[in-house]
């Protein structure tokens, strides 16, 4: 099968899943939403945020026209509608919110819930420097604090300094299938090398506090089960959707595919539906591809001998970035959650990840199906070392 040019599928050569430009501010015909976006923290720490809302003209999404429009739109009202719900403790969002939200959320594809794109991939701007955490603003935050900002420019690093490997893999499974493995093998060096950049830049994520992030950020980016209320329609549209989360990051889903890593939770398969439909596409199309496991272990003798090792050291490099990922989630979820839970005498710690996994749990089993040597489905090993 064929796949689509990259950017049909918003994906970029040359940044992958983050748009390759900074947002800019919406038309001034949506300058009503800019302003309560700027104002956010402020009125969700004055408790006055009903009250601005109050004064919200309803407006359409007529006048969005480019693609970063509608990312900004969805970031935009993403944001209000969750100080809404988890701030100001409302469970109807009213028509001025809704409609334009569910339009938004219609013409991207993706859930209406403010998910990993409306948290990261989109919530970027003003950028001096996008290779770096202090080169680049965030569009919207609950707290105005640095700590959330970290929070969600980090993964904006990591996915940037893989945005090449969507393009380099795909052009390595095509070169594995006309047997030129050496060029395959350029590709997976690039890939291993990439993986490293990635793990360093995890180690940003310092500039934010774990305690800020736990008690004053995460619960803003929890799931939501409200109604949404809509012109014209007696009853409102009832929505129960999980929070925002990396686990809906396309990226490591398209890694895992293309060097052989197979999950048994379908928590990340499910997470897909919170993607945007063009990248979700994309993840369904690669799958319909062979994997470079698959076609090494099928090649000849010398091209499995010279390709394993390769692809093992680019999955032992995936795992040491789920290592990492494991520590910060300690850090970040598990322990404010166990110091929290002692503050209340006899408290007990029951924790959920964002997108409702148990997290440890689902997290080191992920990382131990990185490395797995053996294929249940063919029995096949990787060589070590
Ligand atoms: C304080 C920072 C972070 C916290 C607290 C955190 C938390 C979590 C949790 C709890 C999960 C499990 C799914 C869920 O229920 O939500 C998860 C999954 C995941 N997170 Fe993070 N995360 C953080 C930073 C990052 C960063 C910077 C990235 C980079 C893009 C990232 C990428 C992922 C991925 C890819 C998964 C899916 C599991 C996997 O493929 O290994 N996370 N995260």
Redesign the pocket.
């Known amino acids: 099968m064929i796949l689509k040019q990259l950017n049909e599928y918003g994906v970029s050569p040359t940044t992958g899943f983050v748009p390759e430009t900074p947002s800019e501010p919406l038309p001034v015909y949506y300058n009503a939403w800019e302003e309560i976006v700027a104002n956010l923290p402020r009125l969700l720490k004055e408790a006055s945020l009903i009250n601005a809302l109050a004064l919200l003209p309803a407006l359409e999404t007529d006048h969005l026209s480019s693609e970063s429009d509608w990312q900004r739109a969805y970031v935009l009202l993403g944001f209000i509608i969750h100080g809404l719900v988890h701030g100001a403790k409302q469970n109807h969002i009213p028509t001025s919110l809704a409609e334009p939200f569910l339009r938004v959320c219609e013409r991207l594809g993706v859930q209406p819930v403010l998910s990993y794109a409306g948290l ?1 991939l989109y919530n970027w701007q003003d950028a001096k420097d996008k290779n770096t955490l202090s080169g680049m603003r965030t569009i919207a935050s609950f707290t105005g604090t640095l700590d959330e900002e970290a ?1 969600y420019l ?2 904006v690093l ?2 940037r300094a893989a945005g090449h490997l969507p393009g380099q893999l795909l052009q390595a499974v095509a070169s594995a299938q006309l047997d030129q493995w050496d060029k395959v093998a350029g590709h997976l060096d690039i890939c291993s090398a990439t993986l490293k950049q990635m793990v360093n830049a ?1 180690s940003e ?1 310092n500039l ?1 506090r774990p305690d800020i ?1 736990y008690h004053d950020v995460r619960p803003y980016i929890g799931g939501i089960d409200v109604a949404l209320e809509r012109h014209g329609e007696e009853e409102s549209l009832h929505v129960k959707l999980v929070g925002g ?3 809906q ?1 396309s ?3 398209f890694l ?1 595919h293309v060097l052989g890593v197979k999950h048994e939770s379908t ?2 398969q499910e997470m897909r539906a919170y993607m945007p439909r063009g990248h979700r596409q994309f993840l369904i199309d690669v799958k319909r591809l062979p994997s470079l496991l698959d076609l090494a272990v099928a090649g000849s003798a010398s091209a499995s001998h010279s390709i394993l090792p390769k692809l093992e050291e680019c999955r032992l490099e995936l795992k040491k970035w ?1 290592d990492k ?1 494991i520590s ?2 300690a850090r ?2 598990m322990l404010p959650a166990q110091k929290a839970a002692r503050r209340l005498e006899g408290g007990a710690m029951k924790v ?6 148990s ?1 440890i749990q ?2 080191k089993q ?2 131990d199906e990185t490395v797995l040597l053996y294929d249940n489905s063919s029995h096949y090993a990787l060589p070590v070392g």
């Open positions: 990261c929070f980090v993964p990591v996915e995890l994520l934010c992030f989360s990396a686990g990051s990226l490591f889903q895992d928590l990340l789920r990922h910060v989630v970040y979820v959920t990840g964002t997108a409702g996994s997290p689902f997290l992920a990382r």
